[in-house]
């Protein structure tokens, strides 16, 4: 049967050619990419055992573990859609979650139980809930239902299934939906046809090769034998869509990649780790962060062997550029990488930091699939021209369930259609594009727009900052007001007057906070996003101004 663009195609396409190359690590749990292969198959089984068919649902609420990949690619083998599930959820988040995607199944953690208990029966469609239950202990017998919840033990039910699975209806069209949205509204389902996946946010398969794109499943076969088994480690939780996309490009690779074993970010504990396994690239998610890893290195210069490391990559959130000017003095040996996407594009690719006293994050040099959309609705081209920018070519299909979000999203231009990244952008005067910031939290003071990362970017750098996040409060006279939320720095004092010193040596008037708040700590996504809901909210209940 030849072999199709769905996920788990492509993943047995590797791990048939590279069998015994090491494919996942997590704490001392280790598996060869056939060990992963056999494992999904037999999952992939038993669920279709148990009633998942193709075009169902299936969540994912895990911590970093074997399982949510075996899950991951277990249910791309049968046709259901895997569906990340933001383990830090509140009961009303999840209970929109499992109701508005329609989840048929649920892979959960045992340590989510009680979270799962209270929602599941307000989840009509949600008929298997599978229950990983920590390392060394004893489940229950698979036929037997959990007593409290119903639930189903993930290791026997994965052992009852069959070895060997056929699924002549697997397709590039399949789905993979990517749960996004929960730090700034309610979770949304993006839908990914898997090919497309495959080409705008996987490389295409050859991005470690410098090779375009694959044309056929099976060229993966001819390649990655020869490549080096390099290892990958993403700083991330797999929950969150860029570690998840970043881990498939090494696994199509076969590359061997490295999760953070424990769920909260430890930066001494990460440089453990990659010492430990020999990490040649890591992703982190911006300055959230890059600044503990930075400031461990700092301290202690001597502690960890890196010479093994070679690439430090970022996407996701901005990693200022002093930043990685001190992080290249601690690792000159390293290659910085700097990449630009979003749950509803993909990888847009990489670019290049915006050069000092130069507004903008990322500059990216001019690109048939992508374009700036101005306010109007149509393409804006001229130097100086602002709009969001979008993509074309390989995009998702919409958001499950939402028509309305779909249509404001994915639009069509010129017979095209066009995702909106919701990034602001403008045209640079050689016709690339400089990117802004993210438009939604643009905050517009007195008809001046002010993007709260490049204010963040300012801020931290003051030596009494140990972060930051930027958002907007009403004002009388200005519409908005910039104001920071403040985490100061441990052992170190606070000082205004040199908080607005710092900021005003890097920005302009109008975009230096006029209200300051200082938080014990500023809330953050696991993956290190910056949640501006609450920032907004704790600012307004706050508020004081220097």
């Known amino acids: 049967m030849s072999k199709t663009f769905n996920l788990a195609d492509l993943f047995e396409v590797v791990a048939q050619a590279v069998p015994e190359r090491l494919a996942f690590v997590c704490g001392d749990r280790r598996l060869s990419y056939r060990q992963l292969d056999e494992r999904a198959t037999r999952l992939a089984s038993a669920l279709r055992r148990r009633g998942v068919s193709r075009g169902d649902n299936v969540g994912i609420q895990l911590f970093n573990s074997a399982e949510y990949l075996e899950s991951f690619f277990a249910c791309c083998k049968i046709g259901a859609a895997p569906v990340n599930v933001n383990y830090r959820y509140v009961a009303d988040e999840l209970r929109f979650l499992f109701t508005s995607l329609d989840l048929k199944a649920l892979v959960y953690g045992a340590e989510f139980g009680a979270a799962v208990a209270a929602v599941a029966p307000s989840a009509p469609r949600l008929a298997l809930k599978v229950r990983v239950d920590p390392p060394g202990h004893v489940p229950a017998p698979a036929e037997r239902p959990d007593a409290v919840d119903g639930a189903l033990a993930y290791e026997p039910l994965l052992l009852s299934g069959s070895a060997h699975l056929e699924d002549p209806e697997r397709s590039d069209d399949d789905l993979y939906i990517l749960c996004t949205g929960g730090t ?127 690439v430090f990559g970022n996407g996701g959130a901005v990693f200022s550029r002093h930043l990685q000017e001190r992080l290249k003095r601690l690792l000159p040996h390293i290659t910085l990488n700097n990449g630009l996407g979003s749950s509803e594009t993909g990888l847009v690719g990489g670019g290049q930091k915006a050069l000092p006293g130069h507004q903008g994050l990322i500059h990216i040099t001019p690109r048939p699939d992508l374009a700036v959309v101005g306010d109007a609705g149509g393409f804006v081209t001229a130097p100086g021209a602002e709009g969001i920018l979008a993509r074309t070519g390989y995009t998702p299909v919409g958001y499950y369930g939402d028509a309305a979000k779909t249509a404001e999203t994915f639009v069509r231009i010129d017979g095209r259609v066009w995702a909106l990244t919701g990034d602001r952008a403008r045209i640079d005067d050689d016709g690339g594009i400089l990117v802004l910031g993210r438009g939604s939290q643009c905050i517009n003071t007195g008809g001046e727009k002010v993007f709260p990362e490049e204010v963040e970017e300012a801020a931290r750098r003051c030596h009494g900052v140990a972060d930051v996040v930027v958002v907007g409060l009403p004002d009388e006279r200005w519409g908005q007001k910039v104001a920071a939320v403040v985490q100061p720095a441990a052992g170190a004092s606070f000082d205004p007057a040199e908080f607005d010193r710092v900021c005003r040596l890097h920005l302009s008037g109008y975009k230096v906070p006029k209200t300051v708040v200082l938080a014990p700590q500023v809330v953050r996504s696991p993956a290190g996003k910056a949640d501006y809901a609450w920032a907004r909210r704790y600012a307004e209940a706050n508020a004081t101004t220097p």
């Open 184 to 310: 700034t509204g309610l979770p949304k389902g993006v839908m990914w046809p898997h090919r497309h996946l495959m080409m705008a946010a996987l490389g295409g398969g050859g991005i470690y090769f410098g090779r375009p794109p694959i044309q056929r499943p099976e060229e993966l076969a001819e390649f990655v034998p020869l490549g080096p088994p390099l290892v990958y480690f993403a700083a991330a939780p797999m929950m969150h869509g860029a570690a998840m996309w970043a881990s498939l490009i090494s696994l199509y690779a076969g590359h061997t990649v490295l999760v953070n074993d424990q769920p909260r970010f430890d930066a001494e504990h990460v440089w453990d780790l990659i010492e430990r396994g020999g990490v040649n690239i890591v992703s982190i998610v911006g300055d959230a962060m890059a600044q503990p890893l930075i400031q461990a290195l700092e301290a202690q210069p001597t502690r960890w062997d890196l010479s093994r490391l070679r």
